[in-house]
Nanobody, 113 residues
Framework: VQLVESGGGMVQPGGSLRLSCTASGFTFSSYDMSWVRQAPGKGPEWISAIRTDSTNTYYVDSVKGRFTISRDNAKNTLYLQMNSLNSEDTALYYC???????WGQGTQVTVSS
């Protein structure tokens, strides 16, 4: 099983980034998927999830209206579009199949002027 995140980087406040996560080694389309982040000095924070067929998406209040989760089951890929970024979004972002405990290695997002 492998989950490989990409798309992180440094961005100014108000900017945007799109994270991607490519999955392999399991039937991606059969599982709900999540994004989880961990800010410096803090514990992991679940921020978004999506059902297998994208019919339902879920967000923590702090990112609602700014972040959009999506998936392409044909490409075994999960996405997170992040807009209106602020310093509190600085964290290591993980793609995860929380239910069975599959996690990627994370991609760093830093929001700074």
């Amino acid at each position: 099983v492998q989950l490989v995140e990409s798309g992180g980087g440094m961005v100014q406040p108000g900017g945007s980034l799109r994270l991607s996560c490519t999955a392999s080694g399991f039937t991606f389309s059969s599982y709900d998927m999540s994004w989880v982040r961990q800010a410096p000095g803090k514990g992991p924070e679940w921020i978004s999830a999506i059902r297998t067929d994208s019919t339902n998406t879920y967000y923590v209040d702090s990112v609602k209206g700014r972040f959009t989760i999506s998936r392409d089951n044909a490409k075994n890929t999960l996405y997170l579009q992040m807009n209106s970024l602020n310093s509190e979004d600085t964290a290591l972002y993980y793609c995860a199949n929380v239910g069975v405990g599959y996690w990627g290695q994370g991609t760093q997002v830093t929001v700074s002027s």
